[in-house]
């Protein structure tokens, strides 16, 4: 049997963590033939649910299970993992200031980061997850210098699936066939579902669709509310669907990616398309299957676009400004 990957799931007792851990225990996350390690970090008052989510696990038998490792401690949760889900965050709730939002989150993802740094595979990727999940991935790289920008990714993908079945739904067609539709900025309600550049069924959407009106509006608003729409119809917020999404980003990420598509993912800004260096931001991405990826280039950007993304940009430099006035930054 080929040696085992260690992958850790931060926040593993959460309810994304509930949805996550058996899929990746079954090998839907790095195939059939990869057996895995799962390493499950959480605070010391959630322990003894992961005590139970471990037994489920244990319950299953699955076959590509090599390990679990259960711990509230940093350094055993990140020793030698190659992929780190960061799940675990404390999102923004009624009242919050983003500055309390944005410490809080720092007192998380700062020692993480450097955890990773200390104790993680020389191979190591990270997905962030827990929002707000931009700055979050922002703070911990800054705090592990040592791991190369382009292994930290923050998760856009919810908002593309997302935005795949409205355009679907509105064609009348099967998800499969909408392509190049990428989510541009942050994961937040300023993030901006980007039509213009996307087909369906090889066709451009905004032909396919023929209304403007509904695609620059009721489209985008859908999109960037999804999460609210579901907290207010289930009562809780997504979770199958963000841990599918987790999933489906480490799949796209490690497969090589379609001529005529892209993967939502959000990266260490280079500047492409002028987005200022050094943010995590949502772009067109396209993986070579063997661990690199690059921004795809050629995607048009007009009037309309530019100001959607410059809203985007704009939050999540006022996010950088922030965690740099509260000394978060690394
Ligand atoms: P839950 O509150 O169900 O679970 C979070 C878990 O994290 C809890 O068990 C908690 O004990 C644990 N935790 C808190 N601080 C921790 C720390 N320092 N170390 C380790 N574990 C810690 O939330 P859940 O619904 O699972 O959501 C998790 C995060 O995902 C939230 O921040 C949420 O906002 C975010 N989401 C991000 C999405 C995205 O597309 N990027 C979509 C779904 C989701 O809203």
């Not at 997302?162 to 993030?191: C, D, F, M, P, Y």
């Not at 905004?206 to 999460?227: C, H, M, P, S």
């Amino acid at each position: 049997m080929t040696t085992p990957v260690h992958v850790t799931v931060t926040g593993a007792a959460g309810q994304i963590g509930y949805q996550l851990l058996f899929r990746i225990a079954s090998g839907q996350l790095l195939g059939p033939d990869t057996p895995v390690v799962l390493r499950l970090l959480e605070i010391e008052p959630a322990m003894k649910a992961l005590e139970g989510v471990v037994m489920e696990l244990d319950d299953c038998a699955f076959p590509l299970l090599a390990g679990i490792e259960a711990t509230s401690d940093l350094d055993v949760a990140f020793n030698g993992t190659s992929w780190a889900l960061l799940v675990g965050s404390v999102p923004r709730k009624a009242g919050m200031e983003r500055s309390d939002l944005l410490g809080v989150n720092g007192g998380i993802f700062k020692p993480q980061g450097e955890a990773i740094a200390g104790h993680a595979a020389s191979d190591v990727r990270i997905l962030v997850v827990g929002n707000p999940c931009n700055t979050n991935c922002l703070i911990a790289r800054s705090h592990a210098p040592e791991v190369p920008a382009d292994r930290w990714f923050s998760m856009t993908r919810l908002d593309q699936n997302r935005a795949e079945t409205q355009i679907a739904k509105r064609v009348g067609t099967g998800v499969a066939g909408v392509k190049n539709l990428v989510i541009w900025g942050n994961h937040s309600s300023t993030q901006f579902p980007d039509f213009a550049n996307a087909t369906v069924d090889g066709v451009p959407v905004v032909d396919a669709v023929n209304d403007r009106a509904w695609l620059e509006g009721e489209f985008i608003t859908t999109v960037q509310k999804r999460g609210a729409a579901i907290i207010e119809a289930r009562g809780a917020s997504s979770a199958a669907s963000a841990a599918n999404a987790a999933i489906d980003t480490v799949v796209s990420l490690t497969t090589p990616t379609p001529a005529d598509d892209c993967v939502s993912v959000s990266v260490t800004s280079r500047g492409e398309y002028g987005i200022p260096e050094g943010l995590t931001f949502g772009f067109p991405v396209v993986a070579d299957g063997v661990g690199g990826w690059s921004v795809k280039e050629g995607f048009e950007i007009d009037e309309f676009s530019r100001a959607k993304i410059q809203l985007t940009v704009d939050e999540l430099v006022g996010e950088r400004d922030e965690v740099v006035k509260l000394g978060l930054l690394g």
